[in-house]
C-alpha cells in the first residue's frame, strides 16, 4: 500500500477496532445481565447487529480497491445501529421486525458479492444502492410502524400511549442520526469516514442500550422512570403534595385491591363509588383521587379492570359457558358494555377470546 493509501488504512483500522469496541462491549455488558438467557430471537438480532457488519466489511477490504474502499467499509458497519432500529420494541410484534432484518441482511450480501466480481469503476454505484437500500428499507419500516400505531385510535387514548410516543421518537432520532454519518460517507474523503465511524459507534450504543433496557435516553432517567410508574399505577410522589398523604394514599389503595381480589365486590353490577368509598371508611372523593392517582385511570374503568379479569378466569375454568351467563356474573349490565371493555382491555371481543381458549384446551399437553 502506497503513502497516498496510508489515510485509507488508517480509517480502515480505526472503523474495525472501534466498532468491535462497541459491538463486544454491549454484548457482554448483557451477556452479564442474563438477558441472552430470555429472549433468543431478540439476542439473535442483536448478536447479527455486531457480525453481519464486521463479515460484510472484510468482504469489501479484500475486495476493494483505492479510497473508496474506506467510505464501504464505514457503510457496511453502519448496518449495526441500522438492525438495532429494526429490532421490535417490548410492545410491539417481532415478526415484521426479523422479515426486514432478514431482507436487509440479503440486498447487503447480495451487494458485497457482487462487489467482488465488478471493477471499480462501479464502486460508487455499489455503495450508493447499499446506502439507499438501506435506508430506504429502513424508512419504510419506520411507515410501518407508524400507521401501525395510529390505525388503532383506542390506544392513542391509554396510559401507555405516553410511554411508545417516547420510544418511537427515539427511533426517529437515531435514524436522523445514522442519515447523518451515511451523508457523509456518501461525499467521501478520509476526514468524513472518520467523522461517520464516530457517530455510527455512538449511535450503535445508543440504540443497543435503547433496544435492552427499553429506554430512549433522550427525556432522562428520572422523568423516563416517573412515566414508567404511572403506567404501572405507582405514581404517588406528586409536586407539592405532602409525604403523609402520599403514604395514606398507597395504603388506601393496597386495602382497596385487597378487596376487590378477596370479596370480588364488584360482581354486582350495582356497586359504586359511593359503596366502595363506605367498605374502606372513607370518602368518595378522596378514594376516587386516590384511584386516579395509583392507576392512572377512573373508577368506572377501575371496576371493569377485575370485571374483564374475572371474566377471564371464568372463561378459561368454564368455555362452555355461555357469555351472557359470564357477563351477568362478572356485573356487567349490558352486553353492549361488556363487549366494548373487554375489546379495549384484550385486544379481541369476548367470543373471539372464548373460541382462542377453546382451541387451546383441544392441543395435546406435553409433560
Not at 435492552?212 to 403534595?241: H, M, N, P, S
Request: with cysteine; net charge positive.
Amino acid at each position: 500500500m502506497t503513502d497516498s493509501l496510508k489515510p485509507m488504512r488508517i480509517v480502515i483500522i480505526f472503523s474495525f477496532v472501534s466498532f468491535l469496541v462497541a459491538a463486544v462491549g454491549m454484548i457482554i455488558r448483557e451477556s452479564r445481565n442474563g438477558g441472552y438467557r430470555l429472549r433468543y430471537y431478540d439476542c439473535r438480532m442483536r448478536f447479527s447487529s455486531a457480525a453481519v457488519p464486521v463479515v460484510l466489511a472484510l468482504m469489501d477490504v479484500l475486495a476493494g480497491k483505492g479510497m473508496q474502499c474506506a467510505a464501504m467499509v464505514v457503510a457496511d458497519l453502519a448496518l449495526g445501529p441500522l438492525i438495532l432500529l429494526l429490532c421490535p420494541a417490548r410492545h410491539e410484534k417481532a415478526a415484521m421486525s426479523y422479515r426486514y432484518a432478514r431482507l436487509l441482511f440479503w440486498i447487503q450480501m447480495s451487494l458485497s458479492v457482487a462487489g467482488i466480481f465488478v471493477n471499480d469503476g462501479l464502486a460508487d454505484a455499489k455503495m450508493m444502492v447499499s446506502v439507499l437500500s438501506g435506508q430506504g428499507l429502513l424508512l419504510w419500516y419506520l411507515v410501518r410502524r407508524t400507521y401501525m400505531r395510529y390505525g388503532n385510535v383506542r390506544k392513542l387514548f391509554s396510559n401507555l400511549a405516553v410511554w411508545h410516543g417516547a420510544c418511537d421518537m427515539s427511533r426517529f432520532v437515531y435514524a436522523m442520526g445514522l442519515s447523518l454519518a451515511l451523508s457523509l460517507v456518501i461525499h467521501g474523503g478520509v476526514f468524513c469516514a472518520a467523522a461517520a465511524d464516530a457517530i455510527l459507534c455512538a449511535l450503535y450504543v445508543a440504540c443497543y442500550i435503547r433496544v435492552t433496557d427499553d429506554t430512549g435516553l433522550l427525556a432522562g432517567k428520572d422523568v423516563e422512570i416517573c412515566i414508567k410508574d404511572a403506567i404501572q399505577g405507582r405514581l404517588y410522589e406528586r409536586a407539592g403534595a405532602a409525604p403523609d398523604d402520599d403514604r395514606r394514599m398507597m395504603r388506601l389503595f393496597e386495602r382497596a385491591k385487597a378487596i376487590m381480589d378477596k370479596d370480588k365486590p364488584y360482581r354486582d353490577e350495582l356497586f359504586s363509588l359511593p359503596d366502595f368509598a363506605s367498605m374502606l371508611l372513607t370518602n368518595k372523593v378522596y378514594l376516587s383521587r386516590t384511584i386516579n392517582m395509583m392507576a392512572g385511570c377512573n373508577f368506572r374503568n377501575f371496576l371493569n379492570w377485575y370485571r374483564i379479569e374475572d371474566a377471564k378466569a371464568l372463561i378459561k375454568e368454564h368455555p362452555e359457558m355461555k357469555l351472557a351467563d359470564v357477563m351477568i356474573e362478572c356485573g356487567f349490565r349490558t352486553h353492549q358494555t361488556f363487549e366494548a371493555a373487554f375489546l379495549r382491555q384484550c385486544g379481541e371481543n369476548p367470543r373471539e377470546y372464548q373460541e382462542r381458549v377453546k382451541v387451546e384446551n383441544l392441543r395435546p399437553r406435553r409433560d
